[in-house]
Nanobody, 123 residues
Framework: EAQLVESGGGWVKPGGSLTLSCVAS????????IAWFRQAPGKGPQAVAS????????SYANSVKERFIITRDNGRSTAYLQMNGLKPEDTAVYYC????????????????WGQGTQVTVSP
């Protein structure tokens, strides 16, 4: 059974940092692009960042460029999202997702999803 498990969320003050982890099992992690999405209350899912399975190239939403860094460790079947300079508008549930074929920014094109981890940014 395919599984993605996120961890590392929590509460942080504006300007602070958090690193999220996503541990995968039960599918071909190395052959899948990994993306992080987030969903704030009352809003639809937003693609945050993605990392390719082929060459490790990355993509970011404009709102997080220069602040967030996505990485992966195929040997550990784990992806990470380092979040720096956090803002209150970054508050959301963060999900990692995997796709072997889809476009990174389209949630409907990701086959596997984690359960999410809450990130809260407030004074």
């Amino acid at each position: 059974e395919a599984q993605l498990v996120e961890s590392g969320g929590g509460w942080v003050k504006p300007g602070g940092s958090l690193t999220l982890s996503c541990v995968a099992s039960g599918f071909n992690f190395g052959g899948s692009a990994i993306a992080w999405f987030r969903q704030a209350p009352g809003k639809g899912p937003q693609a945050v960042a993605s990392i390719s399975s082929v060459d490790g190239s990355t993509s970011y939403a404009n709102s997080v460029k220069e602040r967030f860094i996505i990485t992966r460790d195929n040997g550990r079947s784990t992806a990470y999202l380092q979040m720096n300079g956090l803002k209150p508008e970054d508050t959301a549930v963060y999900y990692c997702a995997a796709t072997s074929w889809g476009l990174w920014s389209r949630p409907e094109e990701h086959e596997h999803w984690g359960q999410g981890t809450q990130v809260t940014v407030s004074p």
